[in-house]
């Protein structure tokens, strides 16, 4: 398979057409070998509008809605940006020139850490509810989260900004967090259904 063709149909019909028109969103993704962070098995379909899997259950974001993400962010090269569960979308942003970091499951980064060392991203292992560090400028998730995720928010830097999908039902949406002197503001962006993130799914109750 051409993975360079694939990479620039997956830009011209998924990215460009959906509003998204950073040149330096588009460049980055032109770049990012996207069928390097899906499973072996996936690779045929990284740069299908689809969500190919990658480890554990977790699948990579759709191109079209982590482009969106990615342009509400407004990152500037030189920031620093955290990928929570976005091992894809820290490349990308790699690529743009800020200095980025994934923080991911052993699983995750068992699959995409040789990819992820090969564009430039720093890797954590560890909880993904509890950021690794603090003052991030940017941080930006492929999964999704049930309710306002406080914790990332609070590894903000004031002025910094979270680009995340909330999801309680069948259909979520896409907001923007971005932490201020005097509070946190919350901007919806877009309907999207990126997958919850373990970590963020309710235990089942059971009725006696």
Same mark, same amino acid.
């Given at each position: 398979m051409d993975f360079a063709a694939a990479r620039k149909v997956m830009v011209d019909s998924q990215v460009r057409v959906n509003d998204v028109t950073d040149r330096a969103i588009q460049g980055a993704m032109l770049a990012v070998e996207r069928e390097r962070y899906c499973a072996a098995d996936r690779q045929a379909s990284a740069y299908a509008d689809v969500t190919p899997q990658i480890a554990g259950g977790r699948k990579l974001m759709l191109p079209r809605d982590l482009s969106k993400l990615l342009q509400a962010l407004d990152a500037r090269e030189g920031?620093?940006?955290? *990928?929570?569960?976005?091992?894809?979308?820290? #490349? +990308?942003?790699? !690529?743009? @020139?800020?200095?980025?970091? /994934?923080?991911?499951?052993?699983?995750?980064?068992a699959v995409a850490s040789a990819?992820?060392?090969?564009?430039?991203?720093?890797?954590?292992?560890?909880?993904?509810?509890?950021?690794?560090?603090?003052?991030?400028?940017?941080?930006?998730?492929?999964?999704?989260?049930?309710?306002?995720?406080?914790?990332?928010?609070? *590894?903000?830097?004031?002025?910094?900004?979270? #680009? +995340?999908?909330? !999801?309680? @039902?069948?259909?979520?949406? /896409?907001?923007?967090?971005v932490r201020g002197e005097q509070g946190v503001s919350r901007r919806e962006l877009f309907d999207a259904a990126a997958p919850v993130l373990d970590v963020f799914t309710p235990a089942p109750a059971f009725a006696l």
């Open positions: 920031e620093r940006a955290l *990928a929570v569960a976005g091992p894809y979308a820290a #490349a +990308v942003l790699s !690529r743009m @020139g800020l200095k980025a970091t /994934a923080q991911d499951s052993a699983e995750v980064l990819a992820l060392a090969d564009d430039g991203v720093a890797t954590v292992e560890g909880d993904l509810s509890q950021p690794a560090g603090e003052g991030w400028d940017v941080m930006i998730s492929e999964g999704a989260v049930t309710h306002r995720p406080q914790t990332w928010i609070d *590894a903000l830097r004031v002025g910094g900004r979270l #680009a +995340v999908v909330e !999801r309680t @039902g069948p259909v979520g949406k /896409a907001v923007l967090y």
